[in-house]
């Protein structure tokens, strides 16, 4: 079916959905609601679609720029794990028991504080208790979770899916209506192309007409080289190298160009955003590789999707799976890390509880 007849017979259900969110954001607007605020900074990096904007890796930014010199702690709803409730992150965890995301956080960043949680609102008062010593708390895909009032609000949207141009759910990805931008204080184009002109950073502004008080910023990901699972054993794409594409992300087109531009030839094996891969899914996986007749081939995988396949590590060590995780950076555009550096840094130095 034509994409655009499917989204005009979706745009009923997309109705009520956003009748439903408007309900809950006027109540907020009238504070029938209220978003409670606490007594140390707390960064919320989110964004109005559902997967792809690159939340993550952005995270990661904000850890890297603030660890060496305040204690930061990270709090992620923990999506798909199998436990419930309020979890601080230690060595016998699992993709099972915190999700892959807050795992990727703890097993990249041991030295901080890694947190999960349905209720945000009631895991930050624990976190504070327990961990007297944080100094900062940032709140991974929060932007809805208006429970909680972030001192500062980073909104995500993707270089080619902007929120924009998208429809509500389930016509679209939005899981707010597009007006819910004015909530963030900073903008994040993600995943853009190495360059961009100052015309098209100009039709950007245009486009999503920034409040006074906000400002918009550019990033793209950066690539390092890929390391083998488990034993960390540092790898190198080439120009001979075969890729099978393991993966389970709301979005592949920017990673699959970049392992286009460095290797001979990718195939894909892709699963819904978050899958927990099974015994069928690993097998099919190594049935596909063992029979791919080409030389110099290799499997390669995210950091995220690496920590489910953790949970298979017997089967891959048992047949020598050459599976390696390709590490993600975010960058911004233009120069601009120093000034979005400024502003992080800025908001801490005048927060006032």
Not at 141 to 160: C, E, M, W
Not at 238 to 263: G, I, K, R
Request: glycine share 4%; with cysteine.
């Amino acid at each position: 079916m034509d994409n655009w007849l499917l989204k005009i017979l979706l745009l009923p259900f997309a109705l009520l959905y956003g009748i439903g969110v408007s309900l809950r954001n006027f109540f907020y607007s009238k504070n029938l609601l209220k978003g409670v605020e606490f007594d140390l900074p707390v960064i919320s990096v989110g964004s109005l679609s559902v997967g792809g904007a690159g939340k993550t890796p952005h995270v990661e930014y904000l850890i890297r720029l603030l660890k060496d010199y305040i204690n930061v702690a990270t709090l992620s709803r923990g999506y798909k794990r199998k436990t419930r409730g309020y979890r601080i992150a230690n060595n016998s965890d699992t993709v099972s028991t915190i999700g892959d995301e807050p795992l990727q956080f703890y097993e990249k960043f041991p030295d901080i504080t890694v947190a999960v949680a349905e209720n945000r609102m009631f895991a930050i008062p624990q976190m504070m208790t327990s961990h007297p010593d944080i100094q900062t708390i940032l709140l991974d895909d929060a932007f809805q979770h208006r429970s909680v009032k972030p001192g500062l609000n980073i909104l995500l949207t993707q270089y080619r899916l902007p929120f924009t141009q998208d429809w509500l759910l389930p016509a679209g990805r939005l899981r707010e209506w597009r007006s819910a931008y004015r909530r963030a204080d900073l903008i994040i184009i993600s995943k853009c192309p190495d360059q961009i002109s100052k015309e098209e950073k100009e039709q950007w502004l245009e486009e999503i007409n920034p409040l006074p008080h906000q400002q918009i910023f550019f990033s793209k990901y950066e690539y390092e080289n890929p390391y083998r699972i488990f034993t960390k054993e540092q790898g190198k794409l080439n120009q001979e190298s075969n890729v099978l594409l393991v993966c389970a992300l709301a979005n592949t087109d920017y990673l699959t160009e970049h392992l286009e531009q460095h290797a001979k030839r990718v195939r894909s094996l892709e699963f819904a955003d978050h899958h927990f891969f099974s015994k069928y899914d690993m097998s099919r996986m190594l049935d596909i590789y063992t029979k791919w007749e080409v030389e110099n081939k290799v499997i390669i995988t995210t950091e995220k999707d690496a920590a489910r396949l953790e949970l298979h590590k017997e089967f891959i060590q048992k047949h020598n799976i050459p599976i390696y995780v390709l590490p993600t950076y975010v960058s911004f555009l233009n120069e601009e890390n120093e000034l979005f550096d400024a502003k992080i840094k800025d908001f801490l130095l005048g927060f006032r509880a």
